[in-house]
């Protein structure tokens, strides 16, 4: 599992775009860890994602191993708490 944390390029670039976003609860494929444990946000939101990352993931989960899915532990994050934690890894 790599978290976000755990990557230590990462610089925060604010681009606006104006996708929809979507629950991956509605994608069967993957499997989303409701207990929000080891995520910082408490926003019902969590497991939503701009429709692009939906249809990648959903395509990109169609590739993996029977028996595999991915785990989400979090997808929306709001542009505040993305530059604090790139602010916090620098």
Do not use: W
Request: with cysteine; proline share 2%.
């Amino acid at each position: 599992m790599t978290l976000l944390s755990d990557l230590l390029d990462f610089e925060f670039k604010e681009k606006r775009c104006d996708e929809m976003l979507v629950s991956l609860r509605n994608l069967k494929s993957v499997a989303i860890d409701e207990t929000k444990s080891q995520i910082s946000s408490k926003s019902e939101y969590f497991c939503y994602v701009r429709e692009s990352v939906y249809s990648m993931l959903d395509r990109a989960s169609s590739m993996l191993p029977d028996g595999y899915q991915f785990l989400i532990k979090e997808g929306y994050r709001p542009a505040s708490i993305q530059q604090d934690l790139s602010l916090s890894l620098h």
